[in-house]
């Protein structure tokens, strides 16, 4: 066993390591990654078994408390999540005060950030009853914020939350729904979004729940905490590579030029040019999570009668980059991002949401990590050295005016 408190010692050493490509900040009992093998593992469950048999309620469950829930538990969990679905009036009326063609991840954010002003108490991070109802506030409450982002953009009423249905469907509802009509959930699309959503929930310490943990590790509430967590999801190279995988596949298909043009493109590192939804620091043999998504996009198309030319052409930009040196000899395998955006689009959520969605899933691993690190007597605050590349120490300027 390693003695922890050898390796929290300063040493005088400091180790160069840009994107923390070797380091290891922190132990955690959450998710295990083998990306050589494309293993992947919630609290040491397969994470294919995770999305046949769970619900993405018993998988935030399992993730936040580390074991599967009884069914009295998960049905005093989810009760709890239904009751709590309700946003404050006046928070509803910062969705006003923002433009309404604002990107919905950044008003997600702003609204997340904002639910700390409300919850004044959850400044207190030693206080467990706290954290346990922040805990189910931000499940409850985060579907809501995103559903009324989505309903901004439009310029859509806002529904309130219908507590008798489940936490995928009441999302649907207030996505898709209006005051107008009653609104009837697709099973196909209910069912596809919570294996998405659950194959989202976890992936140890990406950009995102590394940020929800540095922030988390000053002691500064979970809402704060999370908040940043959604800013750092928001970038392309993270969970904002679906939305521009699906950017990448219209402009494929609207400029006529064709995938192995593109991918020749790609090759050639034309500025900005890269193939979306391509590649991940850890996995380097494939994704398991891009190969679920895949089989759904297939079913989920098949099922609501969609036929869409983007599939074809993401299927046969996998095909011409898997066989081609450039992607092998990198070990650039499709990621989770690569197929989600067109199972979305079918479902009729426009590009901007796709990340929304992501964020959406990816909550319960955030919570799980912000409290496995507010918990941990070990952690300290985050904070990482650097190696100083600037002037050496200078005179001030002899006879310079007074700034
Ligand atoms: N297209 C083309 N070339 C790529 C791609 C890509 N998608 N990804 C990596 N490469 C190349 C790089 O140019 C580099 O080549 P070089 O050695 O000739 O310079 C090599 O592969 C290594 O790439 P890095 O950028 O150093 O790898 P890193 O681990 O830092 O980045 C990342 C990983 C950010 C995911 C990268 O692969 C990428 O930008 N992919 C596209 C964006 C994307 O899909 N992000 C989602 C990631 S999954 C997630 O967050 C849910």
Not at 51 to 67: D, K, P, V
Not at 116 to 128: A, F, I, L, M, Q
Not at 189 to 200: D, F, Y
Not at 285 to 314: C, M, N, T, Y
Request: no cysteine; glycine share 6%; proline share 5%.
């Amino acid at each position: 066993a390693i003695d922890i408190s050898t390796l929290t010692k300063q040493t005088g050493l400091t180790t160069l390591d840009v994107g923390f490509v070797n380091t290891a900040a922190t132990r955690s009992a959450i998710t295990y990654i083998d990306g050589d093998k494309g293993i992947l593992r919630y609290r040491g469950y397969n994470i294919a078994d995770v999305a046949e048999h769970s619900s993405f309620l018993e998988t935030a469950w399992l993730l936040i408390y580390g074991e599967l829930p009884t069914a009295e538990e998960l049905e005093a969990f989810d009760k709890r999540v239904r009751r709590h679905t309700l946003i404050h009036e006046d928070l509803r009326r910062i969705f006003d005060a923002l433009p309404h063609d604002a990107h919905p991840m950044s008003v997600l954010s702003s609204a997340v950030s904002a639910l700390s002003t409300y919850y004044e108490k959850s400044r207190g991070v030693n206080d467990p009853d706290e954290i346990e109802l922040s805990t189910i506030r931000l499940l409850s409450k985060l579907p809501v914020i995103a559903a009324y982002a989505h309903k901004k953009s439009l310029g859509h009423a806002f529904l309130y939350p219908d507590n008798s249905l489940s936490f995928v469907d009441n999302f649907l509802r207030l996505n898709f729904g209006t005051m107008a009509e009653p609104y009837v959930v697709n099973p196909v699309v209910s069912k596809a979004l919570e294996r998405l959503l659950i194959l989202h929930a976890d992936h140890e310490q990406n950009a995102s729940t590394s940020t929800v943990r540095l922030v988390g590790s000053t002691e500064s509430n979970i809402f704060s905490s999370i908040s940043a967590g959604i800013n750092a999801l928001y970038g392309p190279l993270h969970g904002g590579a679906n939305e521009a995988v699906l950017e990448m596949l219209q402009e494929i298909k609207d400029s006529g030029e064709g995938v192995e043009k593109f991918v020749e493109r790609v090759k050639n590192k034309e500025p900005g040019v890269r193939l979306m939804g391509f590649g991940h620091r850890v996995y380097k043999s494939f994704d398991p999570r891009a190969q679920l998504v895949k089989e759904s996009a297939d079913e989920v198309l098949e099922a609501l009668g969609v036929q869409d030319d983007l599939l074809d052409i993401a299927k046969e930009l996998e095909a011409v980059a898997l066989a081609d040196e450039y992607f092998i000899s990198r070990k650039l395998y499709p990621n989770v991002d690569f197929y989600t955006g067109v199972i979305y689009k079918a479902m009729g959520f426009p590009p901007r949401m796709f990340t929304v969605l992501f964020a959406i899933g990816r909550l319960p691993g955030w919570i799980a990590h912000w409290r496995e690190m507010n918990d941990d007597p070990a952690t300290r605050i985050g904070r990482p050295q650097q190696l100083y590349t600037g002037s050496p120490a200078r005179e001030w300027p002899e006879g310079r005016p007074e700034g």
